[in-house]
T-cell receptor
Framework: GAVVSQHPSWVICKSGTSVKIECRSL??????MFWYRQFPKQSLMLMAT?????????EQGVEKDKFLINHASLTLSTLTVTSAHPEDSSFYIC????????????FGPGTRLTVT | AQTVTQSQPEMSVQEAETVTLSCTYD???????LFWYKQPPSRQMILVIR??????QNATENRFSVNFQKAAKSFSLKISDSQLGDAAMYFC??????????FGTGTLLAVQP
């Protein structure tokens, strides 16, 4: 099956700094990538949808200036958490899909962000 | 708006026994997909099984099968011959015209040896 990687798998940063998380589709070209956030013992909440070459579409309640998403190529999307605060600590998961096969989403292994 | 409900926060099953996880959903769409995902302690999301709404036949993948009742908007997952490796969080998910996965709250499955 298709493989999606995320880097880093775990990051600790100080409050007020920014951190970038990468999501890569390793063996296919992903026209669409999704970013999710998961708090402990909770479900996945969609943050935003990004299509290659266009601006991301954010879900209601997600601050687009705080969570910057870039999908510059068909194999890479990045999520930058700007001016991170402890409440941004969470598990971030990306998934990738080919638009015409949107029912097949491939998930990355996730990134654990801890803001101190 | 579509919603997905999993009414069982936790379930437990004895090894080699069968367990059924419940999921209901609400939608006005007629064409959609339903999924069960497994999230083990590693937190990697793993697709267990999928069902296209237009198909009347219930999907089956080895020890995993679903009972899809479209009129009742019910989509339960049956795990037969449960194994220790089946212990995980299981999420039911809906994919409709928005192309966005909507997840239920999850069911934590424990497998007792």
């Amino acid at each position: 099956g298709a493989v999606v990687s995320q880097h880093p798998s775990w990051v600790i940063c100080k409050s007020g700094t920014s951190v970038k998380i990468e999501c890569r589709s390793l063996d296919f070209q992903a026209t669409t990538m999704f970013w999710y956030r998961q708090f402990p013992k909770q479900s996945l909440m969609l943050m935003a949808t990004s299509n290659e070459g266009s601006k991301a579409t954010y879900e209601q309640g997600v601050e687009k200036d705080k969570f910057l998403i870039n999908h510059a190529s068909l194999t890479l999307s990045t999520l930058t958490v700007t001016s991170a605060h402890p409440e941004d600590s969470s598990f971030y998961i990306c998934s990738a899909a080919i638009l015409r096969e949107i029912d097949e989403q491939y998930f990355g292994p996730g990134t654990r962000l801890t803001v101190t | 708006a579509q919603t997905v409900t999993q009414s069982q926060p936790e379930m437990s099953v004895q090894e080699a026994e069968t367990v059924t996880l419940s999921c209901t959903y609400d939608t006005s769409e007629s064409d959609y997909y339903l999924f069960w995902y497994k999230q083990p302690p590693s937190r990697q999301m793993i697709l267990v099984i999928r069902q296209e709404a237009y198909k009347q036949q219930n999907a089956t993948e080895n020890r995993f099968s679903v009972n899809f009742q479209k009129a009742a908007k019910s989509f339960s997952l049956k795990i037969s011959d449960s194994q220790l490796g089946d212990a995980a969080m299981y999420f039911c998910a809906f994919l409709g015209a928005t192309n966005k996965l909507i997840f239920g709250t999850g069911t934590l499955l424990a497998v007792q040896p």
